[in-house]
Antibody, heavy 116, light 106 residues
Framework: VQLVESGGGLVQPGKSLKLSCSAS????????MHWIRQAPGKGLDWVAY???????VYADAVKGRFTISRDNAKNTLYLQLNSLKSEDTAIYYC???????????WGQGVMVTVSS | DIQMTQSPASLSASLGETVTIECRAS??????LAWYQQKPGNSPQLLIY???SLADGVPSRFSGSGSGTQYSLKINSLQSEDVASYFC????????FGGGTKLELK
């Protein structure tokens, strides 16, 4: 199992960014997937979940601003980040849903910095 | 929202020592609890799921226990490679993490 995030960078407040997570080593279409973030030196915060059938759930802090999606043909998970705020600055990880609702594999993470 | 309170926030222990980290949920989470290890500069890795089940490839010196609102992670015979931060996580109602425990060598 390998998960590789990309698309991070420095962005101004109020702007948008789209993160990608390329998956390999498993049947991507059969698994739910998550995004989790970690502000510098801080703990972990769950961001969003998409089921294998593309049902979605969001944390209150990002609801209405972020959109999780997937392209099973490309084995890729996405996170569209809109109306970014300084408090969205974090490392963003994608992770696979395990047999239960825990996260069994994580990517290496991608940094998003929101600053003017 | 379910709140997860983890203690201690930091811990210093000697090689070979047994270490215990506690996690308390704000309501019953029915053993829907996982523990993750995050080494410096790396992403988290699953250690324990369903409160007491060892993830694949995790050394047997790690163990989890608990029920209801109280859970713990025990590391027997501490090794140098166990220096890391540890996070508990509930998945009974959405997903929330404890604040983390930073484990260092004494």
């Amino acid at each position: 199992v390998q998960l590789v995030e990309s698309g991070g960078g420095l962005v101004q407040p109020g702007k948008s960014l789209k993160l990608s997570c390329s998956a390999s080593g498993f049947t991507f279409s059969s698994y739910g997937m998550h995004w989790i973030r970690q502000a510098p030196g801080k703990g972990l915060d769950w961001v969003a979940y998409i089921s294998s059938s593309s049902g979605t759930v969001y944390a209150d802090a990002v609801k209405g601003r972020f959109t999780i999606s997937r392209d099973n043909a490309k084995n890729t998970l996405y996170l569209q980040l809109n109306s970014l705020k300084s408090e969205d600055t974090a490392i963003y990880y994608c992770a696979r849903k395990g047999r239960g609702y825990y996260f069994d594999y994580w990517g290496q993470g991608v940094m998003v910095t929101v600053s003017s | 929202d379910i709140q997860m309170t983890q203690s201690p926030a930091s811990l210093s222990a000697s090689l070979g020592e047994t270490v215990t980290i506690e996690c308390r949920a704000s309501e019953d989470i029915y053993s829907n609890l996982a523990w993750y290890q995050q080494k410096p500069g790396n992403s988290p890795q699953l250690l324990i799921y369903d409160a007491n089940s060892l993830a694949d490839g995790v050394p047997s010196r790690f163990s989890g226990s608990g029920s209801g609102t109280q859970y713990s992670l025990k590391i027997n015979s501490l090794q140098s490679e166990d220096v890391a931060s540890y996070f508990c996580q509930q998945y009974n109602n959405y997903w929330t993490f404890g604040g983390g425990t930073k484990l260092e060598l004494k």
